[in-house]
């Protein structure tokens, strides 16, 4: 039986968790949370500083479970293991449907507005740039992780060097730091109402950070996963929180806590502030390239969900094979990536993807929780790496997704509803994949 192979190092792990959270959320979204604090550069920071925590507080409870159980899927296993089959086939169920697809088709369809930006092109040419972006990022996936690896490294050194650059441009020539300085401390009399916008704020700044968990869906693949999840979870988030602080300081730099607050393209507009507007071009070619890493991520991890679901016997048989020659989950790549290019080309699950993605910290928060079945049900099992603070860092890890998911909730009533639709549509297929895995082990039994 053809395995899939290890081949993923302490490095490819770590420039992959850093690649996969790096899209296009730090050149957009620094601009709407500080008009969620009211300008406050300084309340914003520290929002963007506390989703950075939030993440590592994840990150190393993670980091435990993926040395203690290295296996493919993940969360997905996780879940399964620690709360049953149901709720880690909701979950799977959620990131193929909109979740995972979702975000490839967000950013395919980036890729083709930015591409605009560069070379202008029609909207049907958009279209076509944004599924041959699905597709050759599928191929690559489809002919092994080595080679998926490596493109990702590439493209990840490319956009961390290039954010580093603008910023320190930005920093240097600058000339936004008077403003900034005055807007670093809200006034005393608005604090109550700022600090009311801070979770809808995390909520954007948590889009930005998406990503750091997608190592762990490929732990099957990985060299010597007991020793370096632990340290790629925890470097690579470490160094997330410093560039996109570095990232912030730039903007504010560059624009002052007012204007950057005012626009939602915030690095284009804070490049073209400090000279030539032709400087916004190449904002956008970094935005292409980061965007295409980004969604090569998510092919070089999510479906490794979908194979092991499909081997579980919870979803399509074929998604559970691996291709002799290559080494991959082929037909899960291949699966996924043609649900993403469907989503992409008919532009209609931008909706369902707001609606929807709030649920991934339902699931977040249940992997996490995990780690509490594991050390109860399996006290003397060898744990290569603990989690420092246990049991207080995952506690606050579960109570903060807990309340961001309350908060969503709260916050938009009809949308959260229609979201938990799009999870729980998920009961009558896991039922039917039931039925069908214990019809094959009864048939097997027979033979």
Not at 308 to 325: E, I, N, S
Not at 336 to 342: F, Q, V
């Amino acid at each position: 039986m053809t395995t899939l192979a290890r081949t993923l190092r302490l490095k490819d792990l770590t420039l992959l968790l850093i690649g996969g959270v790096i899209g296009s959320g730090i050149f957009l979204v620094p601009g709407a949370i500080l008009r969620q604090v009211d300008g406050s550069a300084g309340l914003a920071l520290l929002v963007w500083m506390a989703g950075g925590g939030l993440s590592l507080l994840g990150a190393l409870t993670y980091g435990e479970l993926a040395s203690m159980h290295p296996a493919t899927g993940g969360l997905y296993v996780y879940v399964r293991e620690g709360f049953g089959r149901l709720p880690a086939f909701l979950y799977g169920w959620t990131l193929f449907l909109v979740v995972a697809s979702g975000s490839v088709a967000t950013l395919a369809v980036a890729f083709s507005v930015y591409l605009n930006q560069v070379i202008p092109i029609t909207p049907l040419e958009g279209k076509i740039a944004s599924v041959a972006m699905i597709a050759v990022v599928t191929a690559v996936n489809v002919r092994g992780s080595r080679q998926s690896s490596d493109l990702q490294n590439w493209t990840t050194v490319i956009k961390v060097l290039a954010i580093v650059g603008m910023s320190g441009l930005l920093l240097v020539l600058g000339r936004g730091f008077v403003a900034t300085h005055a807007a670093l401390h809200p006034a005393s009399d608005a604090g109550v109402s700022l600090l009311s916008h801070f979770g809808v704020a995390m909520i954007a700044v948590l889009w930005a950070y998406e990503g750091w968990q997608f190592p762990a869906y490929c732990a099957g693949e990985a060299i010597e996963p007991q020793r370096n999840f632990p340290r790629a979870f925890l470097m690579g988030t470490l160094f997330l929180v410093a560039l996109y602080l570095l990232a912030n300081l730039g903007y504010l730099a560059a624009l002052g806590p007012v204007r950057a607050s005012a626009t939602d393209s915030i690095a284009a507009t804070a490049m073209a502030s400090i000279g030539h507007p032709g400087l916004a071009k190449v904002v956008a070619l970094a935005i292409l390239i980061s965007v295409f890493s980004g969604a090569n991520s998510i092919q070089l991890t999510a479906p490794r969900v979908f194979y092991q679901m499909a081997a579980d016997g919870l979803f399509f048989r074929k998604l559970g094979t691996v291709h002799p020659r290559f080494r991959t989950p082929a037909f899960a790549i291949l699966a996924g990536g043609l649900w993403s290019a469907i989503l992409a080309a008919s532009g209609s699950f931008e909706q369902l993807f707001t609606y929807v993605i709030f649920a991934g910290w339902i699931f977040y928060g249940l992997a996490a929780a995990s780690i509490f079945m594991y050390r109860r049900r399996e006290p003397d099992r060898p744990r290569p790496y603990r989690v420092p603070g246990y049991p207080w860092t995952p506690l606050l890890f579960v109570a903060a997704a807990a309340a961001l998911v309350v908060n969503a909730i709260v916050a938009g009533p009809s949308g959260a509803i229609e979201g938990l639709a799009i999870v729980l549509a998920g009961l009558p297929a896991y039922f039917f994949w039931q039925v069908r895995a214990r019809r094959a082990r009864l048939n097997e039994a027979s033979d």
